[in-house]
T-cell receptor
Framework: GQNIDQPTEMTATEGAIVQINCTYQ??????LFWYQQHAGEAPTFLSY??LDGLEEKGRFSSFLSRSKGYSYLLLKELQMKDSASYLC???????????WGAGTKLIIKP | EAGVTQSPTHLIKTRGQQVTLRCSPI?????VYWYQQALGLGLQFLLW???????NRGNFPPRFSGRQFPNYSSELNVNALELEDSALYLC????????????FGPGTRLTVT
């Protein structure tokens, strides 16, 4: 079967650091996407990890461990505008289709 | 470069009616994906079209259907609308053979009363 798990909701403080975890169980795996979705808007691309390790992109970093079926998104120096849902999605190597997690709603408090 | 476009932006229909939603992918993209996102919930995969063919469909009844045209634009049709079809319908496009990153349109908000 195919399954992706991420926490439903997280709360963090402005200026702090937060890590959003994503675990996946898929019969075939090519890579892991992270998207950001503000309420009422379409998802926008944040990162794509194919190889193990950490990829840094400004305040956002994404990590992948293929052997553990695990990824995380790290957000530093949190800003109020980072309040959004963060979706992880696994790219299947059989048909190149994305399998989506339900999303983690991140609430930033002053 | 223009992004993914969808029309209409908002739509209100009554139960039992039929609706057609439209999507134009980014120029050069051959794959179009349709998703349903009910309020406060995650993305539910509906349909995937590539090069004019339906490649895969999600766990939705047959009254959800669609097609992709030669110019790679796509339509999503929903027949016999039910109240629970009220949702944001998102279209995304990607270029096959690339990173498979999906670019999303702004969505169509469908309300069924």
């Amino acid at each position: 079967g195919q399954n992706i798990d991420q926490p439903t909701e997280m709360t963090a403080t402005e200026g702090a650091i937060v890590q959003i975890n994503c675990t996946y169980q898929t019969s075939g795996f090519n890579g892991l996407f992270w998207y950001q979705q503000h309420a009422g808007e379409a998802p926008t691309f944040l990162s794509y990890n194919v190889l193990d390790g950490l990829e840094e992109k400004g305040r956002f970093s994404s990590f992948l461990s293929r052997s553990k079926g695990y990824s995380y998104l790290l957000l530093k120096e949190l800003q109020m505008k980072d309040s959004a849902s963060y979706l992880c999605a696994a790219l299947m190597d059989s048909n190149y289709q994305l399998i989506w997690g339900a999303g983690t709603k991140l609430i930033i408090k002053p | 470069e223009a992004g993914v476009t969808q029309s209409p932006t908002h739509l209100i229909k009554t139960r039992g009616q039929q609706v057609t939603l439209r999507c134009s992918p980014i120029s050069g993209h051959t794959s179009v994906y349709w998703y349903q996102q009910a309020l406060g919930l995650g993305l539910q995969f509906l349909l995937w079209y590539d090069e004019g063919e339906e490649r895969n469909r999600g766990n939705f009844p047959p009254r959800f259907s669609g097609r992709q045209f030669p110019n790679y634009s796509s339509e999503l049709n929903v027949n016999a609308l039910e109240l629970e079809d009220s949702a944001l319908y998102l279209c995304a496009s990607s270029s096959s053979g690339g990173s498979y990153e999906q670019y999303f349109g702004p969505g169509t908000r469908l309300t069924v009363t």
